[in-house]
T-cell receptor, first 112, second 111 residues
């Protein structure tokens, strides 16, 4: 079974703090993704990576950065957290031409 | 126009009935289509994928694809209260890296 884990299920941070969200997959998947999910807006792609040290912007990259130093690990960084970044953050990994996505459990981030 | 459109619902069906969920998409070059189930407070879980026109059946679930009409559907037969969830339609874009998700349809199955 594919296993995607995320570092925290719940996180509370203050405005201006630097926030690290980590994602690890154990199936040697090439592609990894970070989404945020908000009510009424659905899943929105922040960044994705198709190889180590490679990254591509998604639809809403502003205010975020990513790091992929090892194949199994993809980190999302909020350089200076703001209240509008309060959301559910979901990591996913995929393998193969059809890009079937396997999601981690999610991190619910609250920025006060 | 949204790239993947779904009726947000809620769709309410009695236990044992057939639930029909629909989705349209805008990228004509898309080749891969998915249905994910998401329980409240949980992450999406892949339940069906379909790549060619026609029907694909897996247990109580049937996915239907019509590329000419740019239409994907999911039928759930003998609906159970445990099927109550939000169902996300997803389409892999022509480039092959980005998956576009619909906003989801909430399904309630009444016991």
């Amino acid at each position: 079974d594919v296993k995607v884990t995320q570092s925290s299920r719940y996180l509370v941070k203050r405005t201006g703090e630097k926030v690290f969200l980590e994602c690890v997959q154990d199936m040697d998947h090439e592609n990894m993704f970070w989404y945020r999910q908000d009510p009424g807006l659905g899943l929105r792609l922040i960044y994705f990576s198709y190889d180590v040290k490679m990254k591509e912007k998604g639809d809403i990259p502003e205010g975020y950065s990513v790091s992929r130093e090892k194949k199994e690990r993809f980190s999302l960084i909020l350089e200076s957290a703001s209240t509008n970044q309060t959301s559910m953050y979901l990591c996913a990994s995929t393998l193969g031409q059809h890009n079937e996505q396997f999601f981690g459990p999610g991190t619910r981030l609250t920025v006060l | 126009q949204k790239e993947v459109e779904q009726n947000s619902g809620p769709l309410s069906v009695p236990e044992g009935a057939i639930a029909s969920l629909n989705c349209t998409y805008s990228d004509r070059g898309s080749q891969s289509f998915f249905w994910y189930r998401q329980y409240s407070g949980k992450s999406p879980e892949l339940i069906m994928s379909i790549y060619s026109n026609g029907d694909k059946e897996d247990g109580r679930f049937t996915a239907q694809l019509n590329k000419a009409s740019q239409y994907v559907s999911l039928l759930i037969r003998d609906s159970q209260p445990s099927d109550s969830a939000t169902y996300l339609c997803a389409v892999l874009n022509t480039g092959g890296f980005k998956t576009i998700f619909g906003a989801g349809t909430r399904l309630f199955v009444k016991a």
